[in-house]
């Protein structure tokens, strides 16, 4: 598990502020940004849209980045390098998702969105933390989920039966961060957000 450690260490010195006004962005912005990028080249409008940020923020955001290695701009657009295609890699060896999924009454929001956080079942408690982390990254909410061998609870209240539909594999020990907002982009935000906070236990 050294590899997704490392690979957090990096984006964060990657995003560490200097001199100047305080950036709009944070590391689950970063995250998504490298999810986004996997999938081809995006143009800096595009991505912007896809991160709800400015465009001047993502200039910000790609700069950085860039000098990380872990991205390269060019004049079609924004593409991952290899370097980046690795520490995304590393990062999915204990974050599934982003993964649309219709949560029912199990969140609050128009839509929700899911990340599979490998083995933190036992780092959930009350997921107040992790559902302020995901307001805090512009989710109306967050639900965290724990599995365990007889399927999906809420650890808080363990006797409320969960159904969900989620296109990963679930292993017994995980937890799953239900982000939820008005629109996707803000429910997998919150979603990518709330993981963090349960990643940071870790450190």
Known sequence: ?????????????????????????????????????????????????????????????????????????????????????????????????????????????????AVVVRGAASLVGSGLDVRDAALTAGAVGATTLVVGEGGLSIPSVPEVEVSLSITAELRSGDAVVLGTGEDRISAELGAIAGALRLLSKLF
């Open 1 to 113: 598990m050294a590899g997704w450690r490392e690979a957090l260490s990096l984006l964060r010195e990657a995003l560490e502020e200097r001199a100047g006004p305080p950036a709009r962005y944070r590391l689950h912005h970063a995250i998504l940004c490298l999810i986004v990028l996997s999938e081809g080249m995006v143009s800096r409008a595009s991505l912007a849209k896809r991160l709800n940020l400015g465009e001047g923020s993502v200039r910000s955001l790609l700069r950085r980045l860039r000098r990380a290695g872990l991205v390269e701009v060019i004049r079609a657009g924004c593409r991952l390098t290899d370097r980046g295609r690795k520490v995304l890699a590393e990062l999915r060896e204990v974050l599934v998702g982003p993964i649309p999924v219709d949560a029912g009454r199990l969140t609050v929001g128009e839509r929700d969105a």
